[in-house]
């Protein structure tokens, strides 16, 4: 985890000091994770690993100290393959990002090689125009295969469902949707000035929260 956060600075940073007066924050990156928040759990069945899942999920990570992301090794019986999970705190990256520091965590685990480049956020805000993508089709085959690759992670598929009743089993877990070229085209339209379309998605996945917590008496 150390040697991966050498690739990654917001995996080096944390939240720098403030006052009840600022309008701004501001991050510290340091020079190494001396300190790599690891730690390692038994998930001898699927029901542990749920748990161990669930609980590192049902909280943020510290935003005050070095690394902003936690990370938890799931030991598995053996011949079945441990697991890695990791909660990245989303002031500090988003999916892809978390993606990324995983990736690299695990070639370091293999001793491969990490070609991380230099990013600067500010130059690569126009994330179209960074890889030249040609058209409304060129999008919709990037966007679709960007989900097989996001798809290779995933775990079992997500259930969603209110708390109570009989089954209290953990529900956290990924699945993949694929979006055809009349949704991508609604979504590209209805874009504001200076917004991506990762900006609506995810405006658009707050907004379907509300409404599910709100059919099913939550707040």
Same mark, same amino acid.
């Given at each position: 985890?150390?040697?991966?956060?050498?690739?990654?600075?917001? !995996?080096? !940073?944390?939240?720098?000091? +403030? $006052?009840?007066?600022?309008? +701004?924050?501001?991050?510290?990156?340091?020079?190494?994770?001396?300190?790599?928040?690891? *730690?390692?759990?038994?998930?001898?069945?699927?029901?542990?690993?749920?748990? @161990?899942? &669930?609980?590192?999920?049902?909280?943020?990570? @510290?935003?005050?100290?070095?690394?902003?992301? &936690?990370?938890?090794?799931?030991?598995?019986?053996?011949?079945?393959?441990?697991?890695?999970?990791?909660?990245?705190?989303?002031?500090?990256?988003?999916?892809?990002? %978390?993606?990324?520091?995983?990736? +690299?965590?695990?070639?370091?685990?293999?001793?491969?090689?990490?070609?991380?480049?230099?990013?600067?956020?500010?130059?690569?805000?126009?994330?179209?125009?960074?890889?030249?993508?040609?058209?409304?089709?060129?999008?919709?085959? $990037?966007?679709? !295969?960007? %989900?097989?690759?996001?798809?290779?992670?995933? *775990?079992?598929?997500?259930?969603?469902?209110? $708390?109570?009743?009989?089954?209290?089993?953990?529900?956290?877990?990924? &699945?993949?949707?694929?979006?055809?070229?009349?949704?991508?085209?609604?979504?590209?339209?209805?874009?504001?000035?200076? @917004?991506? !379309?990762?900006?609506?998605?995810?405006?658009?996945?707050?907004?379907?929260?509300?409404?599910?917590?709100?059919?099913?008496?939550?707040?």
């Amino acid at each position: 985890v150390r040697a991966a956060a050498a690739h990654h600075p917001i !995996a080096r !940073a944390r939240l720098g000091e +403030s $006052r009840g007066t600022d309008f +701004s924050y501001e991050w510290v990156i340091e020079d190494e994770l001396v300190d790599p928040p690891l *730690s390692a759990v038994d998930a001898r069945d699927d029901a542990a690993l749920d748990r @161990a899942r &669930e609980a590192l999920m049902g909280h943020s990570p @510290a935003l005050d100290r070095v690394g902003p992301f &936690e990370v938890v090794l799931a030991q598995r019986p053996e011949g079945e393959g441990d697991v890695l999970l990791l909660n990245l705190h989303h002031a500090a990256g988003d999916g892809m990002g %978390a993606l990324r520091l995983l990736a +690299s965590i695990l070639r370091a685990y293999r001793d491969d090689d990490d070609p991380q480049p230099d990013v600067d956020p500010l130059e690569v805000r126009d994330v179209t125009d960074l890889i030249g993508v040609e058209g409304i089709g060129d999008r919709v085959k $990037r966007i679709r !295969a960007l %989900a097989g690759h996001v798809a290779r992670f995933a *775990s079992r598929p997500i259930r969603v469902e209110p $708390r109570g009743g009989d089954d209290d089993a953990a529900a956290y877990g990924f &699945e993949t949707l694929t979006l055809g070229p009349d949704e991508v085209e609604r979504v590209m339209e209805r874009r504001t000035d200076g @917004a991506t !379309a990762n900006d609506v998605l995810i405006a658009a996945l707050g907004v379907a929260a509300r409404r599910w917590n709100e059919q099913h008496g939550g707040g």
